[in-house]
């Protein structure tokens, strides 16, 4: 690897979440365009290195412990497919406007990058926000009393419109 024209998408991906590791900030939005997009499908889309560079400080800010590992990744000449998980306890600023619950998160994902000219162009992240907002205390636990009212509820409503279209 000597310049980043000549980066794969393996060494661009395994690059991405070194820096992510290291909590590098800047490395990471050193990786993009003006063009890049990272497709959050859990929370949006954020576009270009400013604003990348802004949702991992903000992360870093709000999980002040938050560590990422890329435990698998595989590409080939166009992309990068990285299984990955994070932990970090949500205890310091507020995020997605959020506010700190001090709760532990742990979470698995998949990033879908797409590379182009040792840059990422486009990178999709999937992840499980229900697991992320039942972690953080912003939705029930899974299977409690409240999760089974809200079900409840739910299905209480969803039975109603279906009557009231007929």
Do not use: C
């Not at 182009?116 to 907002?133: C, E, K, L």
Request: charged content about 25%; proline content about 4%.
């Amino acid at each position: 690897m000597t310049t980043a024209q000549t980066r794969t998408p393996a060494e661009v991906a395994r690059a991405a979440f070194d820096a992510v590791a290291k909590r590098d900030a800047d490395a990471v939005a050193a990786l993009t365009t003006e063009t890049t997009v990272d497709d959050f499908v859990a929370i949006g889309e954020v576009r270009g290195p400013d604003a990348i560079r802004k949702f991992f400080l903000d992360t870093f800010a709000a999980f002040p412990d938050f560590s990422m590992t890329a435990d698998r990744i595989v590409a080939d000449e166009e992309a990068a497919v990285v299984q990955w998980h994070a932990t970090g306890t949500f205890s310091g600023a507020p995020f997605q406007g959020i506010e700190p619950t001090g709760k532990h998160v742990e979470l698995r994902g998949v990033d879908v990058m797409e590379v182009a000219d040792g840059h990422v162009r486009r990178n999709t992240i999937y992840y499980d926000g229900a697991s992320f907002a039942r972690q953080i205390g912003m939705l029930p636990q899974q299977g409690s009393g409240a999760d089974r009212a809200i079900m409840t509820g739910f299905n209480a409503v969803t039975k109603l419109r279906k009557q009231v279209a007929r």
